[in-house]
């Protein structure tokens, strides 16, 4: 797995349809190429390469930054949005006015929901 100086790589649930739409439209928007997408569904090996292991990579969107840092959640939402045209605005937005904490106890909460939903509905692959 080699990465260029400006790639961040993100690690999405691409059996989340909800998840899966929005990876699609940040992928539309992302002709630059700034961004690398890694459904962890298709690429379970591309976790091992960056330290993760599939049940924590499901529970939370990931994103490895250019210089090998793991960031999740908002934080790694902020990291996309950064690198997206159109999207910049709300990545200094959330930063600016401090809102990644209480985007973060939301999201938490979502995405510990969504988990949830995946595995009650005999989705679950991490079982």
């Given at each position: 797995?080699?990465?260029?100086?400006?790639?961040?790589?993100?690690?999405?649930?691409?059996?989340?349809?909800?998840?899966?739409?929005?990876?699609?439209?940040?992928?539309?928007?992302?002709?630059?190429?700034?961004?690398?997408?890694?459904?962890?569904?298709?690429?379970?090996?591309?976790?091992?390469?960056?330290?993760?292991?599939?049940?924590?990579?499901?529970?939370?969107?990931?994103?490895?930054?250019?210089?090998?840092?793991?960031?999740?959640?908002?934080?790694?939402?902020?990291?996309?949005?950064?690198?997206?045209?159109?999207?910049?605005?709300?990545?200094?937005?959330?930063?600016?006015?401090?809102?990644?904490?209480?985007?973060?106890?939301?999201?938490?909460?979502?995405?510990?929901?969504?988990?949830?939903?995946?595995?009650a509905d005999g989705a679950c692959p991490?079982?």
């Amino acid at each position: 797995m080699t990465m260029s100086m400006a790639e961040l790589i993100t690690f999405f649930d691409g059996g989340c349809p909800l998840c899966s739409r929005e990876i699609a439209h940040y992928r539309k928007i992302d002709r630059a190429g700034r961004v690398r997408w890694v459904d962890i569904t298709q690429e379970p090996n591309a976790l091992a390469a960056a330290g993760l292991d599939l049940p924590t990579a499901m529970r939370r969107l990931h994103v490895q930054d250019p210089e090998g840092r793991m960031l999740s959640g908002v934080a790694a939402f902020v990291a996309i949005w950064r690198r997206l045209p159109r999207w910049h605005w709300l990545a200094r937005l959330v930063s600016g006015l401090h809102l990644t904490g209480p985007l973060e106890w939301a999201y938490r909460r979502f995405a510990e929901r969504r988990f949830r939903q995946r595995c009650a509905d005999g989705a679950c692959p991490v079982e």
